[in-house]
T-cell receptor, first 112, second 111 residues
Framework: EPEVTQTPSHQVTQMGQEVILRCVPI?????FYWYRQILGQKVEFLVS????????KSEIFDDQFSVERPDGSNFTLKIRSTKLEDSAMYFC??????????FGQGTRLTVV | GIQVEQSPPDLILQEGANSTLRCNFS?????LQWFHQNPWGQLINLFY???GTKQNGRLSATTVATERYSLLYISSSQTTDSGVYFC?????????????FGKGTLLTVNP
């Protein structure tokens, strides 16, 4: 079964540093998403991306966050200057159409 | 926005027992998915079920969209079923397949 692949699986970074989380979507999928899950809490929507632009973003997705598809295949989430409260599991999800999203295995980000 | 409530929050079972997990949502939905989050944190798709009933092995799910709830049935539970079960919905009128998750049910199956 095709799958969404995320790298790295775990990243530790110092507060104030920039991080880039990477996702390889399923090949024929057109809709891309990032979600995050703070430890012990529910999964929250961050941003959706379609046709090379952001289609919707949540209040969490402030100016410190950005997304792009730099090479037409990878889908990345950049956090410009990490804060302690950015520590969470970040999930990439992709969908062929507006149904049935497939989630990656997640990247656990720890900010120290 | 739409509210998603899952119950029970925690459930402890002996291996072999059956269980029912419930997901209530506050508004009409276009889409609904059930996920299992394993101990490593991965979100595994269980069902895409905006309405009707589906079965996959020991698991089945039913969504009654008109009454705004979905049920996930686990029969003959195994220790590997342990983890958190999430329901996630996309409210009607959405254009981006943005999923709103419930807080989950933490299932522990003891041998």
């Amino acid at each position: 079964e095709p799958e969404v692949t995320q790298t790295p699986s775990h990243q530790v970074t110092q507060m104030g540093q920039e991080v880039i989380l990477r996702c390889v979507p399923i090949s024929n999928h057109l809709y891309f998403y990032w979600y995050r899950q703070i430890l012990g809490q529910k999964v929250e929507f961050l941003v959706s991306f379609y046709n090379n632009e952001i289609s919707e973003k949540s209040e969490i997705f402030d100016d410190q966050f950005s997304v792009e598809r730099p090479d037409g295949s990878n889908f990345t989430l950049k956090i410009r200057s990490t804060k302690l409260e950015d520590s969470a599991m970040y999930f990439c999800a992709t969908a062929q159409g507006l149904i049935l999203a497939f989630f990656g295995q997640g990247t656990r980000l720890t900010v120290v | 926005g739409i509210q998603v409530e899952q119950s029970p929050p925690d459930l402890i079972l002996q291996e072999g027992a059956n269980s029912t997990l419930r997901c209530n949502f506050s508004d009409s939905v276009n889409n609904l998915q059930w996920f299992h989050q394993n101990p490593w944190g991965q979100l595994i798709n269980l069902f895409y079920i905006p309405s009707g009933t589906k079965q996959n092995g020991r698991l089945s799910a039913t969504t009654v969209a008109t009454e705004r709830y979905s049920l996930l049935y686990i029969s003959s539970s195994q220790t590997t079923d342990s983890g958190v079960y999430f329901c996630a919905v996309e409210s009607s009128g959405g254009s981006n397949y943005k999923l709103t998750f419930g807080k989950g049910t933490l299932l522990t199956v003891n041998p």
